[in-house]
Antibody, heavy 118, light 107 residues
């Protein structure tokens, strides 16, 4: 079964850091672009970052540049989102998704909740 | 980043109605336009890619059209299970960006 599973979410204080993981199975992870998308409670979808197959190209939405870093370990079929200097407005469900041809996100994880609060 | 604008932001329609949602891009995206459906508590689901190609398993009542900067998603005959929020997304440039969503309610 083609699957993505996020982990690592939780409660963090403002200014803190958190590292999310995305574990892939059922497809050739090393051939796939990988995206991170977030959704604040009751709000719409917001792109966070996109990364190519070997991690040599990384793209971030302007509002998250400098605070968020994506990486991947193809040997472990895993991707990561390192978040720092977290703010209350970063509170959201964070999804990883496979970026297929035409930039279509065809496989999504179930998401992991990040809450930034004191 | 490319900005995507959807309209309307919410829509109420009856079962059997034809429903259309519009999406505009801030620059030409050459047909790299995808549509997603999201139901409460669930991750988004890809419905249509490359403007008009139906993802496998998606009912044929869903269709997409458009070019350049203007695109539409049409549901030909609304069903109860179509209650959801719909998002457009451009796949032309990285990072990919989404419209703000259209919440579809059933009358």
């Amino acid at each position: 079964e083609v699957q993505l599973v996020e982990s690592g979410g939780g409660l963090v204080q403002p200014g803190g850091s958190l590292r999310l993981s995305c574990a892939a199975s059922g497809f050739t992870f090393s051939s796939s672009w990988l995206a991170w998308v977030r959704q604040a409670p009751g709000k719409g979808l917001e792109s966070v970052a996109l990364m190519n197959q070997d991690g040599s190209a990384k793209y971030y939405v302007d509002s998250m540049k400098g605070r968020f870093t994506v990486s991947r370990d193809n040997a472990k079929n895993s991707a990561f989102l390192q978040m720092s200097s977290l703010r209350a407005e970063d509170t959201a469900v964070y999804y990883c998704a496979r970026d297929r041809a035409w930039g279509a996100f065809d496989v999504w994880g179930q998401g992991t909740m990040v809450t930034v609060s004191s | 980043d490319i900005q995507m604008t959807q309209s309307p932001s919410s829509l109420s329609a009856s079962v059997g109605d034809r429903v259309t949602i519009t999406c505009r891009a801030s620059q030409s995206i050459s047909g790299y336009l995808n549509w997603f459906q999201q139901k409460p508590g669930r991750p988004p689901k890809l419905l249509i890619y490359a403007t008009s190609s139906l993802e496998s398993g998606v009912p044929s009542r869903f269709s997409g059209s458009g070019s350049g900067t203007e695109f539409t998603l049409t549901i030909s005959s609304l069903q109860l299970e179509d209650l959801a929020t719909y998002y457009c997304q451009q796949g032309y440039r990285a990072p990919r960006t989404f419209g703000q969503g259209t919440k579809l309610e059933i009358k």
